[in-house]
């Protein structure tokens, strides 16, 4: 199986920065594109970047400019750096991957499990 562990969420104050991070480990043949997710209270899970295998990456108009999103294939980490954050990104952010596992062979989404990122005005 795979799983996704992500780290790096917390508390933090208006205009702070902090870094997520998320590992794949398991029976991976190859992770295609990663992505960061959130979902704040009463609101449905929105997509926050977006990156591919050949590291093209894609924002959501509301982070453009403050995130970057970037990979590291040799560690199957992605990594999210959030500058100037703002009380409106508070949400749980979830990493999610798809990827190609080898047993049973075939390509698949994976999700992590979450990690909050709470910002305090």
């Known amino acids: 199986q795979v799983q996704l562990e992500e780290s790096g969420g917390g508390l933090v104050q208006a205009g702070s920065s902090l870094r997520l991070s998320c590992a794949a480990s398991?029976?991976?043949?190859?992770?295609?594109?990663m992505a960061w997710y959130r979902q704040a209270p009463g609101k449905q899970r929105e997509l926050v970047a977006i990156?591919?295998?050949?590291?093209?990456?894609d924002y959501a108009d509301s982070v453009k400019g403050r995130f970057t999103i970037s990979r590291d294939n040799a560690k199957n980490t992605v990594y999210l750096q959030m500058n100037n954050l703002k009380s409106e990104d508070t949400a749980v952010y979830f990493c999610n991957a798809l990827i190609t596992i080898t047993t049973p062979l075939g390509s698949r989404t994976f999700w992590g499990q979450g990690t909050q990122v709470t910002v305090s005005s």
């Open positions: 990156i591919t295998s050949g590291s093209i990456t």
């Open positions: 398991g029976n991976i043949f190859t992770i295609k594109n």
